[in-house]
């Protein structure tokens, strides 16, 4: 069976956009072409027309776009001359090469159509603002339109690029398109104001937010200020709770040396008073070493109270409870509410609070470190001491001094090991 005119049309046009189109054209392609053909279709459907100017109108939709292929500018004059030769080819009569033409001419954008089949192929070129699919037909286009080199659109300008067309410079001309695809067209419309309006809504929200940050910026202290203070007191208290937990320790240790002194070596004195000078030495060194010890952690007492007058002037400082721990509540009240309405004071109070830990933290490690060097050098006095005395008593054996010494030396670390967790908290 012999191909109809609109057959060989169809599959010319196939071949030609497939081999010829450059890729860059995403929109102006081939699925666009089957669509303006189905729409041509819909509208002379419901259309009264002539079996020749369906032929016409058929074949201009299949051949409107083939311009393309030589040039994007002037496009449509372009296609008539493919349309004029191929139609020659197959040996078509002048009034349908004549009427295809006319049809090609009539899809250029920027005038009305002044013929039935202009408004029907025009209606039929655009009928992707009508159809469900036109987001997707518009994002192609606009993509077309940037790997040409045309013009780069944001997502936000060709939105509103879309508005514009829908709302201003397009329309459709058949009784058809007007009924079935105008409905459509507006919801489509609808769909990108609401869009633009969130957007709108959003960036306004956006603006507002970042107004405040910034107000907030300026009328707060910065990020890098109350970093500054937050490490700094962490780490003081971290150093404080140290000291604490070392003071504990030796503290501990001496505790438990004494008490095995003075249940072993005190009831041997009466026999061996040969050890009394070293067994003193001994003792006093772990004795001051506990001194040092309570007080490297004895707290200092304070007033607890402030005035009026001390807090106008920026003296006192409210973020340690030994300067208010007398004053009532509505005083401390108001003085806080003072401290908070001026940021240098916020600033005074957190820097007073830094720099009198660190008072506190230099004479407890210079306790400490009196304190160890105590302990160290009395173990040290006392070894000799005792080494002293044994030597100088010749015949003593010490087993009969220190008969217990191994199960005094377990008691000693098992003693440790029981206050190992008080002594090590922090």
């Known amino acids: 069976m012999a191909k109809s005119l609109v057959e060989k049309t169809q ?115 655009a009928s992707h603002f009508g159809k469900k699919y036109f987001e997707e037909a518009s994002e192609f286009l606009r993509k077309e339109l940037e790997m040409r080199g045309v013009k780069h659109y ?91 937990t070392k003071a504990n320790i030796l503290l501990s240790v001496n505790a438990i040396i004494i008490s095995v002194v003075l249940a072993n070596l005190i009831s041997k004195l009466d026999t061996n008073p040969y050890l009394t000078w070293p067994t003193v030495i001994f003792t006093l060194f772990c004795v001051t070493s506990m001194v040092l010890s309570i007080i490297a952690t004895r707290p200092n007492v304070t007033s607890g109270e402030f005035t009026k007058e001390d807090v106008k002037n920026q003296k006192v400082n409210l973020s340690f409870f030994g300067n208010f721990h007398k004053m009532s509540m509505d005083d401390y009240e108001w003085a806080i509410k003072e401290m908070l309405e001026d940021k240098d004071y916020i600033y005074k109070a957190l820097t007073k609070d830094l720099y009198f830990l660190g008072v506190v933290l230099e004479r407890k490690y210079r306790l400490l470190r009196i304190t160890y060097t105590v302990f160290m050098t009395g173990i040290i006095i006392s070894l000799i001491a005792f080494g002293i005395a044994v030597k100088k008593n010749p015949g003593v054996d010490l087993k009969d001094v220190l008969p217990e010494t191994n199960t005094n030396t377990s008691m000693i670390f098992e003693g440790i090991s029981k206050n190992k967790t008080a002594n090590f908290r922090i």
């Open 154 to 244: 944001s997502s936000t300008e060709w939105r509103d690029e879309n508005i514009r067309v829908l709302a201003k410079s397009h329309q459709y001309y058949t009784d058809y398109a007007l009924k079935e695809w105008d409905p459509r067209k507006a919801k489509n419309l609808s769909k990108l104001m609401k869009a633009k309006k969130k957007q709108k809504r959003k960036y306004k929200k956006e603006e507002i937010k970042a107004k405040y940050k910034a107000q907030y910026k300026n009328e707060s202290p910065s990020r890098g200020v109350q970093t500054f203070y937050r490490v700094a007191l962490r780490n003081h208290i971290k150093l404080s709770d140290i000291a604490d």
């Open 11 to 125: 599959e010319f046009v196939f071949n030609l956009l497939k081999q010829e189109l450059p890729n860059s054209f995403l929109y102006h392609n081939y699925t666009h072409t089957e669509r303006v053909l189905r729409s041509t279709r819909e509208i002379i459907e419901n259309t009264e027309v002539s079996d020749k100017e369906t032929e016409i109108l058929e074949i201009a939709a299949l051949l409107h776009d083939t311009g393309y292929t030589k040039s994007a500018d002037e496009h449509e004059e372009k296609s008539v001359e493919i349309a004029t030769k191929f139609l020659k080819e197959q040996d078509a009569d002048q009034d349908l090469i004549d009427g295809v033409n006319e049809c090609i001419m009539e899809t250029k954008f920027k005038e009305p159509p002044k013929t039935k089949l202009g408004k029907i192929i025009r209606d039929a070129d």
